[in-house]
């Protein structure tokens, strides 16, 4: 597709459980980020890869939240042990290059019971 | 991280008023953009800009590159209810920063 595609739409899980989040980029979109929307409030940064390079792991809220990206295209974010405060909508973006402006996706919005 | 001040957090205007936000930042930013985020949807790029002083339209939005690159406005003009919806700015360094949002809805 021409944006950036995000799945699940919706998920619901039990408190505890893993789950694994999937973004497709814009094809050839260099840099990938995520960020976690919480009801009514901005987005918080999460993770940012770039390229090849290491990615930007700072803005993962604890030990639970990891993502990696593959092939320098699709990434998957995943959070282990979930907390219902882990309950938000979860937004992938990417951008072509340095100058680019993002993209985002429609988000996963998690709920955990 | 880097903190952006945008207001106002939420407007109620009447159809055909016009509307402005602004974000400020006590960093400077090489980048400002502008986002319309409408309910069950990612946010959507309005505009772009990329220098100091810059001034860009797109249809009856206008937004604006502050002269000290630390902050921005977006007007809209003749406001219509699809303008409803949460407005982020969002300044760029290495990393791109939000502001808080600002609500609008429009009344009929």
């Known amino acids: 597709g021409a944006g950036v595609s995000q799945s699940p739409s919706n998920k619901v899980t039990e408190k505890g459980k893993d789950v694994e989040l999937r973004c497709d980029p814009i094809?050839?979109?260099?840099?990938l980020y995520w960020y976690r929307q919480s009801l009514g409030q901005g987005l918080e940064f999460l993770i940012y890869f770039q390229g090849n390079s290491a990615p930007d792991k700072s803005g993962l809220p604890s030990d639970r939240f990891s993502a990696e990206r593959t092939g320098g295209s699709v990434s998957t974010l995943t959070i282990q042990r979930t907390q219902q405060e882990d309950s938000a909508v979860y937004l992938c973006?990417?951008?072509?290059?340095?100058?680019?402006?993002?993209?985002f996706g429609n988000g996963t919005r998690l709920t955990v019971t | 991280g880097q903190q952006l001040n945008q207001s106002p957090q939420s407007m109620f205007i009447q159809e055909g008023e016009d509307v402005s936000m602004n974000c400020t930042s006590s960093?400077?930013?090489?980048?400002w953009l502008w986002y319309k985020q409408d309910p069950g949807e990612g946010p959507v790029l309005l505009i772009a800009?990329?220098?100091?002083?810059e001034l860009t339209s797109n249809g009856r939005l206008t937004a604006q590159f502050g002269i000290t690159r630390k902050d921005s406005f977006l007007n809209i003009s003749a406001s219509i209810p699809s303008d409803v919806g949460i407005y982020f700015c969002?300044?760029?360094?290495?990393?791109?920063?939000f502001g808080t949002g600002t609500s609008l809805t429009v009344i009929p």
């Open positions: 960093s400077i930013f090489n980048t």
């Open positions: 800009l990329y220098k100091a002083g």
């Open positions: 969002a300044g760029q360094l290495n990393q791109f920063y």
């Open positions: 094809s050839g979109h260099t840099a």
């Open positions: 973006a990417s951008r072509l290059g340095v100058n680019s402006p993002l993209h």
